[in-house]
């Protein structure tokens, strides 16, 4: 069944409730009244309301009301967070520069208001020693801490120790800035367009100076 409401020639009963351009009430008129008052403002006459006793009618551009319902319906679809739990996994004796790598990528995921599902996988004898990972967990907890919270606690899981990180900033919030940001680096490009042609001149005549002296 279509969704679509009753417009003009297609409204079939006998009188309406009407409801002006500008939203005032105009009130219980027959049917032949409104659709020639529709063609006096150049509007269509729309059933807003059918199961109404009168039915509720509106005089309204409906091509344009069309429109605008579908733009704020997109644009809200534009808008909407989506939860999403990026996982990220570690071994209990992770390397400094693995370990700085690994948080660099839970840094990106809670700035963009993502949760992230940290999990420190034990192998043969390190399962002995569940001590480890749940200090590398506090660890990560506390170096993050300005970005993200601790959502679910290190509970043991198998082989495998898992906490959960959420972040402070909401996903809609992260969006926003997202976008902001990228509408000033626009701006930015637009208002200096040879700013960044000139910088990569600029790299490439230091290279060949910093090339001879290493050599």
Known sequence: MSTEPRINDRIRVPEVRLVGPSGEQ??????AKALELAQEYDLDLVEVAANARPPVCKLMDYGKFKYESAMKAREARKNQAHTVIKEMKLRPKIDPHDYDTKKGH????????????????????????????????????????????VESNPKQDGRNMIMVLGPH???????????????????????????????????????????SAEA
């Open 106 to 149: 839970v840094v990106r995921f809670l700035k963009q208001g993502d949760k992230v599902k940290i999990t420190i996988m034990f192998r043969g004898r390190e399962q002995s020693r569940p001590e480890l990972g749940y200090r590398l967990l506090q660890r990560l907890a506390e170096d993050v801490q300005d970005l993200g919270f």
């Open 169 to 211: 900033k909401k996903k809609t919030e992260a969006m926003a800035e997202a976008r902001q940001a990228q509408e000033a680096r626009k701006a930015e490009a637009k208002a200096h367009p040879g700013r960044s042609q000139n910088a990569a001149e600029a790299e490439n005549t230091e290279a060949p100076a910093e090339a």
């Open 26 to 31: 105009v009130g219980i008129v027959p049917l």
